[in-house]
DNA sequence: ATCTCATATGATAATAATTATCATATGGAA
DNA sequence: TTCCATATGATAATTATTATCATATGAGAT
């Protein structure tokens, strides 16, 4: 039903966790599967919530630097939200968000006519662009069921 | 140098603020004429520290519910950001964004090729998309100008 | 123009989100 | 194994945002 992302192999996170100078450690591959595990864009909180099970002494602080040490090694990103808490994202393969403004659930998706875009070669300001990404925002299936049912639905306070 | 964006007359201002049964104050047109008058989109304490000179009495709490009033008559909105400080959006015109990820510095972008961009007709799982909007990453003038010194930037922290 | 009252402001407190500090524990090189 | 630079866990601090409430004010009705 909720597909995981595409997520690396074991090996290959951890390589690239040592070659960004950062130290393989169990909590680090527990926060980077807890990610995987997640096709939602979880905030640091949740992911935190997600790990009280099996990692139940697990700190919050802890878990905002491991996250913050899998994005400088490239093992995730932070996807960009209208305020509120950061979400993350662990799909490692190209792709594009569809972002409901009424419950601010925020799922994948893979285009091939969007991601084949092709970058303006002349930007202004002598701004160097070197990649870009595409929210495209309305209501999810859920919330568009309801604003049929009701109306409109407003666009809520943060996302 | 620094072009203001395109914002709302006075009375087309006042006018949506009523609109949307929101009373038109001094301090919810100064709060707007700020943040018409700063094309980086600025975050509320930007915002709160233009309006220290002529509203030193205007208190943060203050200047972040006329922000949020302000997005629900329609005047300004949030503008997608990867955590970190809410940032806002005056300009009235549809536009992309060109995102520095060395500095956060944003500015506005106008495209006729990738505004006239149009939404796929058919998005997965019931999703109603309504609008989208593409971000443009990489290094302004300033921070590309340092990485051709210096070699490659890392990304920073926060956006 | 004055009255009225629902709503806005200003002052302040509270909460949420994130980062910092520091003593102890541990990955991984030697 | 030994060693040490770095990570974790515990905790405090800071930053970002929202809530509360007494007083002030916009704007519709006299
Ligand atoms: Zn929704
Ligand atoms: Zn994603
Ligand atoms: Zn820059
Ligand atoms: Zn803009």
């Not at 303006?120 to 299936?141: A, H, K, N, Q, W």
């Given at each position: 039903?909720?597909?995981?992302?595409?997520?690396?192999?074991?090996?290959?996170?951890?390589?690239?966790?040592?070659?960004?100078?950062?130290?393989?450690?169990?909590?680090?591959?527990?926060?980077?599967?807890?990610?995987?595990?997640?096709?939602?864009?979880?905030?640091?909180?949740?992911?935190?919530?997600?790990?009280?099970?099996?990692?139940?002494?697990?700190?919050?602080?802890?878990?905002?630097?491991?996250?913050?040490?899998?994005?400088?090694?490239?093992?995730?990103?932070?996807?960009?939200?209208?305020?509120?808490?950061?979400?993350?994202?662990?799909?490692?393969?190209?792709?594009?968000?569809?972002?409901?403004?009424?419950?601010?659930?925020?799922?994948?998706?893979?285009?091939?006519?969007?991601?084949?875009?092709?970058?303006?070669?002349?930007?202004?300001?002598?701004?160097?662009?070197?990649?870009?990404?595409?929210?495209?925002?309305?209501?999810?299936?859920?919330?568009?069921?309801?604003?049929?049912?009701?109306g409109?639905?407003?666009k809520?306070?943060?996302?």
């Open positions: 039903m909720e597909g995981s992302p595409p997520l690396l192999s074991p090996a290959e996170a951890d390589r690239r966790l040592r070659a960004a100078g950062v130290r393989v450690t169990a909590q680090r591959r527990a926060v980077y599967e807890a990610l995987a595990a997640d096709p939602l864009h979880p905030t640091v909180e949740a992911v935190h919530s997600r790990l009280k099970k099996n990692w139940p002494s697990l700190p919050l602080p802890t878990v905002y630097r491991i996250v913050e040490d899998l994005a400088v090694a490239g093992l995730i990103r932070r996807v960009a939200s209208d305020g509120g808490p950061q979400r993350l994202d662990a799909n490692a393969e190209r792709h594009q968000h569809l972002v409901c403004r009424a419950c601010g659930r925020m799922e994948d998706w893979t285009s091939a006519g969007l991601s084949g875009l092709s970058l303006p070669r002349s930007l202004p300001d002598g701004f160097s662009g070197e990649t870009y990404d595409i929210r495209i925002v309305g209501l999810c299936r859920t919330c568009s069921a309801k604003a049929e049912a009701r409109i639905i407003p809520r306070r943060k996302s």
